[in-house]
Every structure is written in C-alpha cells, then in structure tokens.
C-alpha cells in the first residue's frame, strides 16, 4: 500500500507557466519534505514542514514556494518555471524532524519544462 | 558543511557477483550513515543505517560499516541478484538533521 503519493508522476509545463505538484501521505507524519533531483545529481532539499511551520532552505529560489493545508497534504508550486527546473521531484515524511529517524519517499513527479 | 561522494558511473556485474559500491563523506562532528535504494518506478527506500563509528548496518544480504578513519561507508553484497538491480544512494545526517546525498549509482544486475 502507498504510503506517500505524489501526483502526477510526469507533468510537463511551459517556460514561465506555473505549475503544482501535489504529495500526500497516509502515515501520520509531523514532518513533509521536497527534495529535486535532477538527472544523474545528488537530491536536493528544497524545504519541509514540520506540523505548520515552514522551513525554507537557504538557497531554495523565492520561485519555489509550498503549502501545507492539514497534515495529510503538501503542495509544490513553481511559479516561474525555467528550463533548470526540469528535475525530479521527490516527496518525503518522517515523524520528528530531530532524530536521524527514516525518511518515507513518494515515487515522485518528474517535471519538464519546455 | 557535509557532503557525501559516491564512486563514479553505473556499476553492471553478472548474477552471484559481489558487489561494492564506495561511499565517503565530510561531515563536522558525528553523523548517521545511510543507504536508500531506489527501485525502477519507486521511491527511495532506507535499505540500511549506522549511527555510530564501527557500528555495522545490514539488510536483505547488504552490509555497510561505519568507519570513522576512513570517513567511508561502503556498501557490498556478497551475491547479488537481478532483482538487486536499482540506484543506491548512500546519505548521511549530520548535527542538524538534514539528510545530505550523494548522486547515486545505478547498479544492473546480468543473468
């Protein structure tokens, strides 16, 4: 059974055309989390939440924002896209952001702006 | 800050084979040591952990071992099968939580 679900697993956009990617879980996790990956490089954490609050990573572009509406779903809205955007982007929950605890990743949305 | 470097290029090696992927990282105090795998079509999975110099992780036949003189963490199996066949990710977490990646290899299993 899934446990973290990201939709849609391949979205292509257009060059400045905003586009949402959506990732909910079924686990109860305080924690969600969005990594990008882009073809043959590291994951890159972008930001998390844990419960509400909002942590944005330093060098996370302003053109990538996120929501939150309960605990069971988070969103990734990319308000600009550029063609550097074209990546995989991953979705991850844990219980407690302060423990080395497992991450549970989502299968993913491979984006592609054209 | 901490980073992790995984050994370059896929890896392909023939069913029963042993396999070794390296993995050594910089990191400022103690961190935890991780592999995930990521299956064709899946998401990353925690294969295996280690939180402490020496300690050994170990799952479905793979083993790392922390090894703090050598900051490595290398990731081997004895006798590999084609449903090993994935990407591999080693990562660690250091002092504060986040989870730092290397690139990954791709490992293809022949029969």
């Known amino acids: 059974d899934a446990m973290v679900i990201q939709n849609p697993r391949y979205q292509v956009t257009q060059f400045g055309k905003p586009v949402t990617l959506s990732c909910s879980q079924t686990l109860n996790h305080n924690v969600m989390y969005w990594y990008q990956q882009k073809s043959s490089q590291a994951p890159k954490l972008l930001f998390h939440y844990y419960d509400k609050d909002f942590n944005n990573e330093a060098d996370t572009p302003d053109n990538f924002q996120s929501r939150r509406p309960n605990t069971s779903f988070c969103f990734l809205d990319i308000r600009s896209p550029g063609l550097g955007d074209t990546a995989m982007y991953l979705c991850a929950t844990s219980r407690d952001p302060t423990t080395n605890e497992k991450l549970f990743f989502g299968s993913g949305t491979q984006l592609s702006v054209l | 800050g901490n980073s992790v470097t995984q050994m370059e290029g896929p890896v392909t090696l023939s069913e029963e084979a042993f396999l070794t992927i390296n993995c050594t990282y910089t990191a400022t105090g103690y961190p935890s040591l991780f592999w995930y795998v990521q299956y064709p079509g899946e998401g990353l999975q925690l294969l295996l952990k280690a939180t402490k110099a020496d300690d050994k992780g170990s799952n479905k036949g793979f083993e790392a071992t922390y090894r703090k003189e050598t900051t490595s963490f290398h990731l081997e199996k004895g006798s590999v099968q084609v449903s090993d066949s994935a990407v591999y990710f080693c990562?660690?977490?250091?002092?504060?939580?986040?989870?730092?990646f290397g690139k990954g290899n791709q490992v293809v299993v022949i029969p």
């Open positions: 990562a660690l977490a250091g002092g504060n939580n986040r989870l730092a």
